[in-house]
């Protein structure tokens, strides 16, 4: 139930976070993203494996001034985990969030920049629970996710962009009477910012 409803509140939020922001800022624009990613969930009393996912969503960019820009999205991400725990169960799988990344660009020249933020993420599996024999297994992950972010990135004339990332879980992964561990994702994604305004250069 409180998985249904924030399922149906971040996107509302994006939208007043889209519509506060352009209030802000001296123009903006929007456009789509998407890539390939690696997660590992560390501090588990286990060795867990960095394992293969994916990202694709939307973003908007808010011009604040030459430097700086905001920049908030709405993600469906794919986390991947696996390991062996200390019974020598194996275990795998994918975790599926919803992600709403909110970032602060610096832009270091007309291309280039670095980006640091946070992300709120709600877990999106909404099976009922089943009966499972450990408790690290995708019927036991905590419903909401919180991360620190830190990246960098370029986008060219032509409006295509390219950038990495990497999210840090600040709260437990699983459920479990043990730790149960952190998200730790490394992103590569590209895009295409669809209505965003190029300067020409001038000719000498």
């Not at 939208?15 to 922001?21: I, N, V």
Request: net charge positive; aromatic share 18%; with cysteine.
């Amino acid at each position: 139930m409180h998985k249904r409803f924030f399922l149906f509140f971040i996107p509302l939020l994006f939208s007043l976070l889209l519509s506060s922001g352009s209030a802000q800022a001296q123009y903006a624009y929007w456009g789509f993203k998407g890539g390939i990613q690696a997660n590992k969930i560390t501090g588990l009393s286990f060795d867990s494996k960095m394992t293969p996912g994916f990202n694709v969503g939307i973003f908007g960019n808010f011009i604040l001034s030459k430097k700086f820009a905001l920049q908030h999205e709405l993600l469906y991400t794919q986390r991947g985990f696996g390991g062996t725990t200390k019974d020598s169960f194996d275990v795998k799988g994918n975790l599926p969030y919803l992600e709403l990344p909110w970032c602060l660009y610096y832009n270091v020249n007309r291309a280039f920049h670095l980006q640091f933020g946070i992300q709120p993420a709600i877990y999106m599996y909404f099976k009922q629970p089943q009966r499972d024999s450990t408790e690290f297994s995708k019927y036991n992950v905590n419903p909401i996710d919180f991360a620190g972010i830190l990246g960098a990135g370029f986008i060219m004339d032509n409006n295509l962009l390219f950038g990495i990332r990497l999210t840090v879980s600040t709260g437990q992964t699983f459920n479990t009477t043990e730790f149960g561990g952190r998200n730790v994702t490394l992103q590569a994604y590209m895009g295409y910012a669809v209505n965003r305004k190029v300067k020409k250069k001038k000719k000498k």
